[in-house]
């Protein structure tokens, strides 16, 4: 399973971007799709979550500046992300939950390669 990030860039304080995320390979189905990030000199933390039926979840940080959403027939996860921080400044990775094709119904975590945003002051 492939996860293919894109969208990252460089923005001014108060600027929007939109991240997104595609899956491919040997897919059932995909679970859970969560954004995380991990800025210079921190632990990498989840952002965003968004079950495969819709439920997201929200780090107090980008509550109400930040929404996840999803494609459950392409696969795909977005982040749309408004009123960008300097402190918003990370790598940002998307991670999945997959069940494989013929691996019953177990799970496997996967992550991307992640893709950098940078937001100036």
């Known amino acids: 399973v492939q996860l293919v990030e894109s969208g990252g860039g460089l923005v001014q304080a108060g600027g929007s971007l939109r991240l997104s995320c595609a899956a491919s390979?040997?897919?059932?189905?995909?679970?859970?799709m969560n954004w995380n990030r991990q800025a210079p000199g921190k632990q990498r933390e989840l952002v965003a979550a968004?079950?495969?039926?819709?439920?997201?979840n929200y780090a107090d940080s980008v509550k109400g500046r930040f929404t996840i959403s999803r494609d459950n027939a392409k696969n795909t996860v977005s982040l749309q992300m408004n009123s960008l921080k300097p402190e918003d400044t990370a790598v940002y990775y998307c991670?999945?939950?997959?069940?494989?094709?013929?691996?019953?119904?177990?799970?496997?975590?996967?992550w991307g390669q992640g893709t950098q945003v940078t937001v100036s002051s």
């Open positions: 390979g040997s897919i059932y189905r995909v679970n859970t």
């Open positions: 991670n999945t939950q997959v069940v494989l094709l013929g691996s019953g119904n177990r799970e496997y975590d996967y």
């Open positions: 968004i079950t495969r039926g819709g439920s997201t």
